[in-house]
């Protein structure tokens, strides 16, 4: 455990087969009013078929506009990819023109969001939403539309689906509304499917529900699955494999296990340290100084240092490299080794 | 170390006892003659005792009337029945001065940082406020001195006094909020999810300023909240809420380690762990359906629609909260008894 070889890498690796999604080097800026937010600097992931891929941060991390960005849906303005490449089976879907971008959108890839109530159309029954992809991509007739509808609605378990198809998105609770949306992003069978803090707005007995369903779905249909989320406990159940972000950066990225045993980046050993456990007594929790940085003014080399408990001159002057460990894992600090077997010892 | 001091806080003194309290909210038909056609059970027949010094936790899930109980202790809206006295005197009877002086005793911090703090008002303003409603509690040329006082205690810069709440950050806007609960030096503080629009790493910081303070003032705390982790961290004992009523009440152990009522079981056994390895042992129980709505609850125990556990008694005969004899905490389930799996 005492030698780990340490390499730094100059992008990510590629393997030859290619990966079924693969974002790289992603910038992303919103050019507002008040000056220019470097929202993402550099991000790169990739995902393989049938995987599940945490994409771990609090707010402001940027977790939720690398999304927008593979799914197309970045509201330009204020926000600009300013370089990067966003592969899908090989082909760069930023060069693509817009009509051949909606085809990949929703039918490959698919997305679902936090908020069902204003995700889905309030004046229209939920049965004619899920259908509409139906009726409009495959050129169903309505009867067949309907029928397609109340079995993915089964799908995705709605009680009386058939009874259900005529009520409006109000007439049902926060659980049943999520199902709906997952319907709706189901019914083109998806390759991959962009889950945006999909139980935040739900309690926790309906959460674990919606998780299993997600789980269960991922696993029949094959799909590969980005869950976008800032609860550790959540990640914790259900991911292969996790990126954590801060300030617009993937700071670490490691399998699930190795990175709750021996987190490399001081930022995710900070966030495992303050959350309070519910196997776990009291006593003080420990926490991560200071606030996250303005994305106006990211601090200059590491953006982690100024809050940082570990901070030393290179990490003021110097922007770390993703360094990649012997296991495979990376991550973006100049003490990646020294922090990771701190706490293995 | 501090697990020794929240063992000793437990025995003190009851500050706030509450007695059978019930919200009805009328449903009602008609514009001009509105009848009532129903009635929302927010809170149906909630009691329990606080004792000096102590953290009590409630948790449920939305709609569980958690935070309508808050209300009514704040007075903020007006119990269709019940009791409950704050040091001894009546919460629910008193009216103009007396309320007022009640209330000076009891202060209560809000969910959202971003929308229960004026955003025309100064922090100074905003905190001396209190100070406005009640000239007795520090006289006017001492007024700014307390003020930067009391933003120092929460850890905040005391030269920012002049500051309005949209420079700050969510978790310093937070730490406005209970400065402002503080500024009356009152005994209990009610805390309606004061942590749950936080960010992990600020969450952590809140937490401790809250039992920092506790400690140093000797406060107690109505902490409300639907995260089980955080509710373990901070209570000494916790009550769990279902559907208006209060399931099960006991320690922290008790509700955590010991549960009796298949609600509080399946509750804990939902919340996910962060800890990758207990994926493949630990076995959630799986509730059917959502909670009822409060309009139309179930008859007997409000929980028998989600239960496995269900029988006839269930529907018929309402299970109260008392001592089981599983183990010895109140628990309102005709079959209580602790989890055979729990380890």
Redesign the interface.
Known sequence: MSQHAVRPTPASPTPPGGHLLEVRDLHVEFRTGEGLAKVINGVSYHLDPGETLAVLG??GSGKSVTAQAVMGILDTPPAHISSGEIRYQGQDLLGLPEAQRRQIRGRDIAMIFQDALSALNPVFPVGWQIGETLRQRLGMSRADARRRSVELMDLVQI?AASERLGDYPHQF????RQRVMIAMALAMEPKVLIADEPTTAL???????I??LLADLRRDLDMAMILIT????????V?DRIAVMYAGRIVEHAD??SL??APAHPYTK???D???????????????RG??PNLMRIPSGCPFHPRCPYVQQVCVDVVPHDLVLDDGRTSACHFAQEVRDDRVS | ???SA?STRVRGETILDVNHVVKHFPITQGVLFQKKVGAVKAVDGVSFQLRRGETLGIVG??GCGKSTLARLLMRLEKPTAGRATLAGQDLFAASGGELRRIRRNMQMVMQDPYTSLNPRMTVGDIIGEPFEIHPEAAPKGSRQRRVQELLDVVGLNPEHINRYPHQF?G??RQRIGIARALALRPEVIVCDEPVSAL???????V??LL?ELQDELGLSYIFIA?D???V???SDRVAVMYLGRIVEIGT??EI?DRATHPYTQ???S??????????DHRT?I??R???PSPADPPSGCHFRTRCWKAQEICAIQDPQAVLRAADPHPSACHFAELRPTAT
């Open positions: 609090e707010s009680p609770s926060g659980g049943m309690d926790v007995t309906v959460q674990a529900q998780m299993d800032h609860d550790l406990g959540v990640v914790a159940d991911a699930v296990r709750y045993r900070g966030l495992l303050s959350i309070p456990r519910l196997d776990q007594r009291g006593g003080k929790l420990s926490t991560i606030l996250p | 170390m501090t697990a929240s899930e939305s950050s978790g310093q960010d992990v790493s600020i969450q952590a910081q937490i401790n039992e639907h089980l982790s955080v373990r961290h901070i922290e152990d955590y399946a509750l804990l939902a919340a996910p762990v962060p800890d990758p390895d207990a994926r959630i799986r509730l359906g959502d909670v």
